[in-house]
């Protein structure tokens, strides 16, 4: 099992920028596909971006190309979204995941996947 706490949420205006943290309980950090995911009010919870084993891999949803980076740091057990040029849209809480795999180049966007979640960082982006 992995335990995830994220971090790093808050209020920022259009145009700033944040920098969300998820660490992970436990030495295998290195076997877990990451994700991230945001939910904001009303509304389904949405893929964001997700990274393979070794970071070599990532996916971003649409929206956040070009805005938004995920990263990983397997010896800090931390998987990172840099969120740049926020938008009120990305108002939301986020969610980091973690999926056991043994397939190193693997990343997934489905929630479905995903086996285990953290309690959610709020990020609020006024206009």
């Known amino acids: 099992q992995v335990q995830l706490v994220e971090s790093g949420g808050g209020l920022v205006q259009a145009g700033g920028s944040l920098r969300l943290s998820c660490e992970a309980s436990g030495r295998t950090f290195d076997s877990y596909a990451m994700g991230w995911f945001r939910q904001a009010p009303g509304k389904e919870r949405e893929f964001v971006a997700a990274?393979?084993?070794?970071?070599?891999?990532?996916s971003y949803v649409d929206s956040v190309k070009d805005r938004f980076t995920i990263s990983r740091d397997n010896a800090k057990n931390t998987v990172y979204l840099q969120m740049n040029s926020l938008k009120p849209e990305d108002t939301a809480v986020y969610y980091c995941a973690a999926r056991g795999t043994y397939s190193s180049g693997s990343y997934y966007r489905n929630q479905y996947e995903y086996a285990y979640w953290g309690q959610g960082t709020q990020v609020t982006v006024s206009s």
């Open positions: 990274i393979s084993l070794s970071g070599g891999r990532t």
